[in-house]
C-alpha cells in the first residue's frame, strides 16, 4: 500500500521524505516497527508504520493522510496479516472544517459498495466511531492478500476526487482538528497508541504520533 500511495501522490505533489531520527526503526518484545513520514507540498502529510512479529508470521502495514491545506477527511489504510488471516481497513475520520460535500460522499459510498461482499472486519466499540465515516471499510478474508492494492487504488481515487474539489484549509485550524483527535487517542485510547505507550513510555509515545505519523505538532 505505501508504494502505491506515495506513487500516486507524486503524480500530483513534491513530495519530500522526512527525518524522523531515532524513531525509523524500532525494536521491543519480538516486533520490530519501520516508521517512516513524508511532507506532502500542496496538501500535507503521510505517515507509514510497518511492524513485523513472529519471525514474520505476523506482519501489519499502516498509512495515514493528514491533509493540512485541503478540507478532506483524515485517511487511514491498514493491512494485517498473523497465522494465515487477513484485514483490511481503509479508514476516514472527520476532522474537517466545514461539512463533507455531498458528491464526495457519495463517491466513496459507491466504492464501499463495490466491496460490500467482503466479509466485515467486526470490532468492540470505540470511542472515535462517532467521527468515522460511515464509507470506512473493514474486511477480514485471506482473498485481501491479493487484493488490498486494487481496494486501496480505489479509495485512493475516491480520496483524490475529494481533494481536487475541496475548498483550500486553514492549516493551524486543520491540525487543531487533527491534534483534538490524537488527544483523544490518548485520553481515551486506540490500538496502534495504546501498543506504543506500552512499549515505548507515553513520552516516546506522544512524540512520535503527534510529530510524525500525523503531524499535528
Known sequence: MKNLILNELRRDYAVRERDVGPYAVLKKSGMTFTISAYEIQGLGAMSVIEMSA??????????????????????????????????????????????????????????????????PYRTEPRWYDSTRYDFTLGAAGKELKARKEEITAAYFAAYRANVGRAPAADPAEKKKKTAAYVDGLFAHGGPAVDQFRKLFGEETAREIFEKYVFSCR
Open 54 to 119: 513472529m519471525l514474520g508470521l505476523m506482519k501489519m502495514e499502516s498509512f495515514i493522510l493528514t491533509a493540512a491545506e485541503k478540507d478532506v477527511p483524515l485517511y487511514s489504510g491498514d493491512f494485517i496479516r498473523a497465522a494465515g488471516k487477513c484485514t483490511l481497513l481503509q479508514e476516514f475520520y472527520d476532522n474537517m472544517i466545514a461539512p463533507l460535500d455531498g458528491e464526495s460522499e457519495a463517491e466513496y459510498r459507491q466504492v464501499k459498495a463495490r466491496y460490500a461482499h467482503l466479509p
